[in-house]
Nanobody, 125 residues
């Protein structure tokens, strides 16, 4: 079983920045593909950014390209999402997800077995 704990959410004004973190409980972190998803009230969960096991390949949703950056520190068992130029439409609960023994960055929910509890991001105009 893999436990994922997100942190770093909060409230910011439009144009501001936040960095989310997701700490994983198990070893062999270098084998994990990981991703960030988000869900706004009344909307379906959507993929934001994904990264492969060694951090060499990423996949970003069009809505966050050139604003959000996903990265992975295998030595610290931690996933990050640097979010810049935040907009009110970025307001959502953000979740990290993981899948072991994979090598391809993906934003498909069904590819991920392990999920965190989420951290709230609120952007005001």
């Amino acid at each position: 079983q893999v436990q994922l704990v997100e942190s770093g959410g909060g409230s910011v004004q439009a144009g501001g920045s936040l960095r989310l973190s997701c700490a994983a409980s198990r070893s062999r972190y270098s084998s994990y593909c990981m991703a960030w998803f988000r869900q706004a009230p009344g909307k379906e969960r959507e993929g934001v950014a994904g990264i492969n096991n060694d951090g060499g390949s990423t996949s970003d949703a069009d809505s966050v390209k050139r604003r959000f950056t996903i990265s992975k520190d295998n030595a610290k068992n931690t996933l990050y999402l640097q979010m810049n130029s935040l907009q009110p439409e970025d307001t959502a609960m953000y979740y990290c997800a993981a899948q072991m023994w994979c090598t391809i960055a993906t934003l498909r929910e069904s590819d991920f077995r392990y999920w965190g509890q989420g951290t709230q991001v609120t952007v005001s105009s």
